[in-house]
């Protein structure tokens, strides 16, 4: 367990510009963390993680001015998925929910990419 300064929605309204977004740069940075991160937890962990949001992505602040991005809150995440394996269940935060999460149709864990999308 690892104490983290704050989470991604506050890093942009304490660091953003205008305190209201990220400049492309870090923007592509943190989203690449963060795709990164999916890609652990779908391709070797097997999880879906089905509530990414802005507040689910906490942030460390290391010696140096290192920024890590950690995705936090699997308290909706599904264990041993596959790609092919639909899901029924809606959960998740609906400003940042795929499509067919939120029309109650089967998903998979391509519905993490689609609100990752969202968030950025």
Not at 10 to 31: D, F, H, M, P, W
Request: charged share 25%; net charge neutral; with cysteine.
């Amino acid at each position: 367990m690892e104490l983290c300064d704050l989470d991604l929605k506050t890093y942009i309204e304490c660091y953003g510009v205008e305190g209201k977004r990220l400049n492309e740069q870090e923007a592509s940075r943190v989203i690449r963390h963060v795709l990164n991160g999916l890609r652990h937890l779908q391709d070797k962990c097997k999880v879906m993680h089905r509530d990414i949001k802005l507040e689910n992505i906490l942030v460390n602040c290391r010696p140096g001015g290192e920024v890590e991005f950690k995705i936090a809150d699997l308290g909706q995440a599904k264990v041993n998925i596959s790609r092919n394996l639909l899901k029924h269940t809606i959960c998740g935060t609906p400003l940042y929910m795929a499509p067919e999460v939120y029309f109650q149709q089967p998903y998979n864990s391509t519905a993490d990419v689609w609100s990752l999308g969202a968030m950025l």
